[in-house]
Structures are given as C-alpha cells and as structure tokens.
C-alpha cells in the first residue's frame, strides 16, 4: 500500500508534459538519456531533471553502460500500475507522442 507522500509525487509525475513524454517513450524499452534529449529537443538538465523527478517518484529505474544511463519503466504494484498503463494508452493517440516514437527509432547517440 502506498503512503500519501508516494501518492501526490505519483501524481505529480503524470502531471507535467514533458514527464508524460518521457514516460511513453520508455513504454515496453530502455532508452539512453541522449536519445530522450534528442527525441525532446531540449538540453540535458531539463531532461536529468524530469527524470530524477520520475525516479524520486518510484516510476522509472536506470542502468548504467559506460558513460550512457539508460531509463526503463519500473514495475509498480496494483491500482497505480493500472493508472500508469491506461495512462500510457490514452497518450499513444496524441499525435505528439506519435511523433516521438518516430522520432525514436531515428535517434542516435
């Protein structure tokens, strides 16, 4: 069972575009932090940022390969598993996320 502090920063995570980003893009892989800031466009402390933020949240774990650190989803038990996949689900139709995942599969190091 989750506290309350573990709720609100659950909460918090899927609150944010950027984190919603991220969090699709790892659905079902391991991505390297240089490919998210590709994908993103953005620098790499806004998206260390967001991702410390996700870990501290309990949703994402890392790897590290050499100098790259690569983000997966981590797995969560019960209710807050199934508000993460049907989360997850809903934000395939975006066509931003679509993009993204797109982008992706181009991405380099």
Do not use: F, H, I, Q
């Given at each position: 069972m989750y506290g309350m502090r573990e709720l609100v920063l659950f909460y918090?995570?899927?609150?944010?575009?950027?984190?919603?980003?991220?969090?699709?893009?790892?659905?079902?892989?391991?991505?390297?932090?240089c490919h998210l800031q590709s994908v993103l466009g953005t620098n790499q402390p806004k998206i260390s940022r967001h991702l410390a933020y996700l870990r501290k949240a309990g949703l994402v774990e890392t790897r590290r390969e050499g100098k790259w650190i690569h983000y997966r989803l981590k797995e969560i038990d019960g209710d807050l598993e199934s508000i993460l996949s049907r989360t997850l689900a809903h934000l395939e139709q975006q066509p931003r996320i679509r993009k993204d995942r797109d982008r992706l599969g181009r991405a380099t190091c």
């Open positions: 918090a995570a899927l609150s944010d575009e950027t984190r919603l980003r991220l969090l699709s893009l790892m659905k079902g892989r391991e991505v390297c932090v």
